[in-house]
T-cell receptor
Framework: DADVTQTPRNRITKTGKRIMLECSQTKGHDRMYWYRQDPGLGLRLIYYSFDVKDINKGEISDGYSVSRQAQAKFSLSLESAIPNQTALYFCATSEAAAVKQYFGPGTRLTVL | EDQVTQSPEALRLQEGESSSLNCSYT??????LFWYRQDPGKGPEFLFT???AGEEKEKERLKATLTKKESFLHITAPKPEDSATYLCAVNQAGTALIFGKGTTLSVSS
């Protein structure tokens, strides 16, 4: 079984809809991250969490919110989706600072 | 402003034709430089971490090196299965990673 899982893997939605992307991990890591990837722009950090009570904004947090329900679960919400949020979204985890991050398989989100 | 720049954006090689990918960075307080491989539609897969200038890491046909301003990913005698996008990232003061835009490598037989 994969260490970092993301659901759904693909989602098509309409402008204005609320969307939640979920991430679960079995690695026992405290640190979790959400990135988005756009062609030509690379991976950009949306939010990160160092533990259940610690949530931090990343480079591009506007229009997004997160919830850390447990050590193993970190959800990303789009309160009112817009077309320029169409992208590939990745969740990642790490054991500590300055060490490698483990990425999930990604969620492809299309906002019409 | 912290930045990571990868070059070239795309690289086409013949099987067996060795080459290098470049990652230059400007970041205060580097706490690790990371190389990842990403196949289309999949999540990045970790390759190497380098922490100090002069450090080198090897894995099969790949070798990563680090100086104070840049890192190279050397690919020796590549095979078609090495085709992928290679991402470089730096750790920003122990918080999260700053990624470059990647180099897309295509190896033809």
């Amino acid at each position: 079984d994969a260490d970092v899982t993301q659901t759904p893997r693909n989602r098509i939605t309409k402008t204005g809809k609320r969307i939640m992307l979920e991430c679960s991990q079995t690695k026992g890591h405290d640190r979790m991250y959400w990135y988005r990837q756009d062609p030509g722009l690379g991976l950009r950090l949306i939010y990160y969490s160092f533990d259940v009570k610690d949530i931090n904004k990343g480079e591009i947090s506007d229009g997004y919110s997160v919830s850390r329900q447990a050590q193993a679960k970190f959800s990303l919400s789009l309160e009112s989706a817009i077309p320029n949020q169409t992208a590939l979204y990745f969740c990642a985890t790490s054991e500590a600072a300055a060490v490698k991050q483990y990425f999930g398989p990604g969620t492809r989100l299309t906002v019409l | 402003e912290d930045q990571v720049t990868q070059s070239p954006e795309a690289l086409r090689l013949q099987e067996g034709e060795s080459s290098s990918l470049n990652c230059s960075y400007t970041v205060s307080g580097l706490r690790g430089l990371f190389w990842y491989r990403q196949d289309p539609g999949k999540g990045p897969e970790f390759l190497f971490t380098l922490y100090s200038a002069g450090e080198e890491k090897e894995k099969e046909r790949l070798k990563a090196t680090l100086t104070k301003k840049e890192s190279f990913l050397h690919i020796t005698a590549p095979k078609p299965e090495d085709s992928a996008t290679y991402l470089c990232a730096v750790n920003q003061a122990g918080t999260a990673l700053i990624f470059g835009k990647g180099t897309t490598l295509s190896v033809s037989s």
